[in-house]
């Protein structure tokens, strides 16, 4: 297996370390280890303080796997590994696709690279469920995506809420999903890294697992719980060979997760309003400021604005002579602003990706404002 160069990565790279802002972060603000730990239940807090460096259990620590069995209705502490959101899609994607004769898969598109690139490189024959702009948000129409799926299709990969255009589906749209997977087989691997960020109020979607036996939630801390650094993810299914399988690929890689990291996210599994609410009413509060900048002319560069109905993101339209590509290098080596242009999602058109998850955003946007 030979894969191709993660661009978007490849660019942060190059930038994120040296430009002196960021407008494009898909994560919120990182939270303190003090206001983590100021959260802690007593027990908590002596777990932490008592915690030795040594080797954690493989799937992950029982006490985080049942802190994030909490979150689901139909998987129990069983049925749960856990890693870094990167690796598990890593290994889901080359156990399902091991041995499959042309392997079929419908991917999301535009799509964070790893959801589409490496199972390109794994040969797969990939079709596009792609987002439709509309005048008020960027939907995915399920139709679309029944004449793309054919019964030997073995993957349809979701991503909502959706990075990057905010689109989220409604209930009866999931379960439309779920339908025509079931009807050809279909495996979904759902990512579900930014659950629970309703920006708009919208009925939060059940995880796939629980509604399909052949869904795979991927979920973590870094989007929704603003712990980044933690480099903790799970992945959640009532199937029990796929979790056999990870039981077999996962020694070959991390081998097992960060002490110190499994105890920080139980912590903030187990109080999750104390983290998911200050990070929705900021998303909330610089959308408003961003949608306020475009009303009173100050973001003329701005050709139009879908606001994200979910997450943490939005894919806006922007006015430029060139590409989103030439406009962000443009930028960030001029104003050391830091932006991720469509060309990082494979996306045709000059989109922008913009972050509302950050506290110093209504800096940037002043700035963005010149």
């Not at 990565?9 to 494009?24: G, I, L």
């Not at 104390?274 to 560069?301: D, H, M, T």
Request: with cysteine; hydrophobic share 40%; net charge negative.
């Amino acid at each position: 297996m030979i894969v191709s160069e993660f661009l978007l990565e490849k660019y942060f790279a190059k930038y994120e370390f040296t430009a002196d802002y960021m407008f494009s972060c898909s994560d919120c603000d990182g939270y303190s280890m003090k206001y983590i730990l100021d959260q802690a239940s007593d027990t908590e807090k002596e777990m932490w303080e008592n915690l030795h460096m040594g080797y954690t259990e493989t799937p992950g620590s029982p006490y985080l796997r049942e802190a994030i069995t909490q979150y689901y209705g139909m998987v129990e502490e069983d049925n749960i590994i856990v890693a870094s959101p990167g690796e598990l899609s890593f290994m889901t994607m080359n156990i399902l696709m091991e041995g499959v004769q042309k392997p079929h898969a419908v991917v999301v598109s535009p799509a964070y690279q790893s959801l589409y690139q490496i199972l390109e490189s794994l040969g797969c024959e990939l079709s596009y469920w792609r987002a439709e702009e509309g005048e008020r948000e960027w939907k995915f129409d399920v139709a679309k995506l029944r004449e793309l799926v054919r019964p030997d299709t073995r993957l349809i990969v979701i991503n909502f809420p959706h990075n990057p255009t905010g689109a989220y589906l409604t209930r009866e749209e999931l379960e439309e999903v779920v339908s025509i997977a079931r009807e050809c087989g279909a495996y979904i691997y759902s990512d579900e890294m930014y659950r629970d960020l309703m920006v708009q109020g919208v009925e939060p979607l059940p995880p796939v697992c629980d509604l399909y036996e052949k869904g795979i939630s991927l979920w973590g801390m870094a989007k929704s719980f603003g712990l980044a650094g933690a480099r903790i993810g799970w992945i959640a299914s009532q199937d029990n060979w796929l979790i056999e399988q990870l039981h077999i690929y996962k020694p070959y890689l991390s081998m097992c997760s960060s002490a110190p990291s499994e105890v920080l996210s139980a912590i903030v599994l187990n109080h999750p309003e104390a983290f998911l609410s200050p990070n929705i009413e900021k998303i909330q509060r610089n959308v408003a400021l961003f949608q306020e900048s475009i009303a009173a002319g100050k973001l003329p560069w701005v050709e139009k604005f879908i606001p994200p109905v979910a997450g943490s993101v939005a894919f806006v339209k922007i006015k430029c002579d060139g590409s989103a590509m030439e406009w962000s290098e443009a930028l960030v080596q001029s104003r050391s602003i830091l932006t991720v242009p469509a060309e990082m999602f494979d996306y045709p058109g000059t989109y922008l990706r913009i972050g509302f998850g950050r506290e110093n955003f209504p800096e940037v946007l002043k700035m963005m404002e010149q």
